[in-house]
């Protein structure tokens, strides 16, 4: 595995840990949950797409970590209200990509509890909805496609997009993308994992990829870790990518992005 190039280190807009005085008066002194923050970038035009918030503990604990110590209803008001504190620590940090918060399929079609307190979040903070994207999870089984992509189209005519997560890893697959057109669709790591060395991959890989730019869907290659890696997805025509190769999750941080070296093709200019 090749080691992306530092000297192509640039930082993010607005990089830097968000002082305490500023989130100050935010849930009182002592939250239980905070975000780390990791890009997503598009090596076509050097710049950074988005940045995904990712749960951690207060001291950066990892989300396994905290859940592990709250109750069933501690989890469920951490659902419905939590990601508030993503919105605060996005605004705070000056954050002007899209912010690509988690959901699961339950925590949309249960109730809107979630969805409620997060668009209130984002209008108290003047956060525009149109950079919110809704990051929802296959792997969980979506049991009725009918009533999840009503309610998905509902909360997306109010401006949000909507991006696919982990997909190829769980229970809908293409069935999915054939009833219900996201605005993204992220690639599940396990089918990124070394796929210059795995034909399979690649043939189930390709097939996504067409059918995503057949149906106008962004296509974003999730948990890049090696320029091989990310040098196979780009000859297929993919630009968005997230991973370690370009930058881990930094806590309540925007991490500078380490933009691999270029051997030819497209320049990866700000
Ligand atoms: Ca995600």
Known sequence: MKRASQDRARPGRGAGRVSHARLAGWHGASPRHS?????IVDVASGSVF???????????????????????????????????????????????????????PR??????????????????LGFPADRIVLEITETQAISDHGRFTATVNQIRARGVRVAIDD?????????????FQPDMVKLDMELVRNIPRSGPRQAIVRAIIQVC?????????????????????EHQG?????????ARPAFEQLPPVTW??????????A
């Open 35 to 39: 975000y780390a923050f990791q890009p």
């Open 167 to 179: 997909f190829g890893a769980g229970y809908s697959g293409l069935n999915l993308l054939a009833n």
């Open 238 to 246: 993919v630009r968005l990518f997230q991973g370690y190769l370009f």
């Open 107 to 124: 925590s949309i079609i249960d109730s809107d509890a979630a969805i409620e307190s997060t668009f209130a979040a984002a209008a108290r």
């Open 50 to 104: 988005s940045y995904e918030a990712l749960l951690r503990g207060p001291n950066n604990e990892p989300a396994g970590v905290i859940l592990g110590t709250m109750s069933d209803a501690e989890i469920h008001a951490l659902d419905e209200t939590g990601r508030q504190r993503a919105l605060e620590l996005a605004s705070a940090l000056g954050m002007e990509a899209r912010l690509n918060l988690n959901f699961m």
């Open 260 to 269: 691999p070296a270029r051997t030819g093709g497209i320049a990866a200019s």
């Open 213 to 233: 730019f057949d149906l106008g869907i962004d296509f974003i290659a999730e948990g890049v870790e090696s320029e091989d890696e990310m040098r196979w997805f």
